[in-house]
């Protein structure tokens, strides 16, 4: 079985998860256009999750899959969250050097891997 599987996202929503879709999807806000050499503030939250000992989203990774670009997707960061003193909530700045799809991933310590992507076109 491929990892692929085993992510939660648009494209694989079981019903037996979607209940669970509310508070563990990052929900993330770009803009969908840039120009060249910009750079794009990415801002990823998710909302109405637990940050207990036992259950919490312990880190966030962000990655880009460049378009045309043989071997992707290019790590971007990875925020390593603590249970009951951090928000899941984070900023990032990128400066995309072409069109892709920026994929977020969050690991919840009891219901896996999930995550959500955004297409950004760069503009020459």
Excluded: Q
């Excluded at 085993?6 to 770009?30: D, F, Q, W």
């Excluded at 899959?65 to 900023?91: C, G, M, Q, W």
């Excluded at 072409?98 to 950004?120: D, N, Q």
């Amino acid at each position: 079985m491929s990892i692929r599987n085993l992510i939660y996202g648009e494209g694989n929503l079981p019903e037996s998860v979607r209940e669970k879709a509310r508070t563990h999807m990052p929900i993330v806000e770009c803009p969908e256009k840039v120009k060249e050499g910009e750079s794009v503030r990415v801002r990823i939250r998710i909302e109405g999750h637990p940050s207990k000992p036992d259950h919490y989203i312990s880190c966030i990774d962000i990655y880009f899959s460049e378009d045309d670009r043989p071997f992707n997707p290019i790590k971007l960061a990875h925020v390593e969250l603590y249970p009951e003193l951090t928000d899941t909530s984070i900023e990032i700045s990128i400066r995309p050097r072409r069109s892709g799809t920026l994929h977020v991933v969050a690991y919840c310590t009891s219901h896996g891997l999930w995550e959500t992507t955004r297409r950004i076109v760069v503009e020459k």
